[in-house]
């Protein structure tokens, strides 16, 4: 068995990897003792419980507004015409205690019809909107 022994007198050219394995660990703890420390707290402002929490002792009846596959509208069952759902939308506005303004789509109906509903409700001022799911 021939062993091979660095005799020739050249130099040594493996890397001493100990003393870089100290220095990581060494990095590695000083991290893990200042990390905690770096950590601080994020200020976030939550929206407070109102005070008046009392509820209409009569609340109104709310308004089931209907839109079907082909974007006609019906209010409470009946149909109304596209052009009145803004003067109709603004009396309900005015209303104290407001009616909740119920919306009931199908499948079919037409994204930009209902997009359309949405903001005439919101331009007449109105605040309580609901989707009704229909079976």
């Not at 590695?28 to 929490?53: C, E, G, H, R």
Request: glycine share 6%; charged share 20%.
């Amino acid at each position: 068995m021939a062993f091979s022994s660095n005799s020739s007198g050249g130099a040594m050219a493996d890397i001493n990897v100990t003393p870089l394995v100290d220095v990581m660990l060494v990095l590695l703890i000083i991290f893990m003792v200042t990390a905690p420390m770096a950590s601080y707290q994020i200020q976030v402002d939550l929206p407070q419980p109102s005070k008046n929490l009392e509820q209409p002792k009569d609340p109104p009846k709310p308004i089931r507004l209907r839109i079907d596959g082909n974007g006609q509208l019906f209010w409470d069952g009946s149909p109304l015409p596209t052009a009145a759902l803004y003067p109709q939308l603004q009396i309900e506005a005015t209303r104290d205690p407001q009616p909740t303004l119920e919306l009931e789509t199908n499948g079919e109906t037409r994204y930009d019809v209902l997009a359309n509903v949405l903001s005439t409700a919101k331009n007449a001022g109105m605040e309580k909107i609901g989707f009704v799911e229909t079976m």
